[in-house]
């Protein structure tokens, strides 16, 4: 298992539409593994593959110390409104208010290309919209209800 490079906002890839898996492969396992890998070390609860350069319809989402990987994921339904602050390991630093569903149901297969369906709510019903956004070439800052703002409350002080 290694880190991948995160891919910024400006990066092409971010903005192409991501192909299916069509079979569980040595070579998607690692890609998976090292996307959780890469959004623990970075404190992410989400990651898309193309934001580690692949253009496979592949996020992981760990929003509650139940790390899950979704494998050609759609959303089935929604429901519900939750507006808040939404940040991207793309946009490092930045965050900006977003309106989500409160509710969805998921289906996708999992990382023995079984079917599986789930709902969420709250932070998990963000994670999924959030993360299956980029699996379409789209970013939450396309979302973003005013501006953006910084994370940094470090920086924010230093510059005060």
Known sequence: MALRK????????LNKKCRPVEEMTPKIQELIDDMFDTMYEEMGVGLAAPQVGVLKRIVVIDTDGSPRAY?????????????????????PGMAGQVTRPDWVKVKALDENMEEFILEGTDLLARAICHELDH??????????????????????????
């Open 6 to 13: 995160i891919r910024v906002q400006g990066d092409p890839i």
């Open 71 to 91: 494998i050609n994921p759609e959303i089935l339904e929604t429901s519900g409104e939750q507006t808040g602050d939404e940040g991207c390991l793309s946009v």
């Open 135 to 160: 699996l379409d070439g789209k970013l939450y800052t396309d979302l973003v209800e005013g501006d953006l703002h910084s994370t940094n409350a470090e920086y924010e002080e230093e510059e005060e």
